[in-house]
């Protein structure tokens, strides 16, 4: 299975995926693409993101799907944390007409490749600075309402509200529907 957590920034991604990848070594965790490319390519992230940023991070979720190789695999981002920033950045002017489109274009070929997405709602988690994503509440309330314009018509995407502990019991849930078990 392909599972991926997706959300705006501070929203408990990295928590659930740390959390779980502590219980579950017979799954692949695969950390977020974002920062991945932050750090390596030193590119600009968040509102700061540029056409050349997106084109990497949209280069990252084609190489997260099309080359795992585990039976089951998590997520920290995928190609609808993608879509929704390279939207949010042209429409800022940050990014070019093409990158958005390419970016449309791979969404809609990766989307369905995903077997569950699970979106952290934002109503349950503060704002928090850690040094790397942006603490500008503008910002994340304009990428939450991308996202849900962009969920409204997937039906792979699982909300998660509520405590961590609140959260783990509905991944562990809908994992189970799936037939797959997870320690949480």
Request: a negative charge; aromatic letters at 8%.
């Amino acid at each position: 299975m392909l599972i991926s957590f997706s959300g705006a920034q501070s929203t408990g991604k990295t928590t659930l995926l740390n959390h779980l990848q502590s219980r579950n070594s017979d799954f692949e965790f695969v950390p977020e693409v974002t920062r991945l490319v932050s750090r390596t390519l030193n590119l600009p992230i968040n509102e700061k993101g540029t056409t050349l940023t997106q084109i990497m991070i949209i280069a990252e979720h084609i190489k997260n799907v099309y080359s795992n190789t585990a039976e089951n695999c998590i997520f920290d981002r995928c190609i609808l944390d993608g879509v929704v920033y390279t939207q949010w950045l042209k429409q800022q002017d940050q990014v070019k007409e093409g990158t958005y489109l390419t970016a449309v274009n791979v969404f809609n070929d990766l989307i369905s490749k995903y077997d569950i997405i699970f979106y952290t709602s934002p109503e349950d988690v503060p704002l928090e600075d850690d040094g790397e994503r942006s603490v500008n509440v503008k910002f994340r309330d304009e990428i939450i309402h991308l996202f849900k314009i962009y969920m409204s018509n997937l039906d792979n995407v699982i909300t998660l509200r509520g405590t961590v502990e609140e959260r783990l019991i509905t991944i562990k849930n809908t994992l189970a529907l799936h037939n797959t078990d997870i320690n949480i």
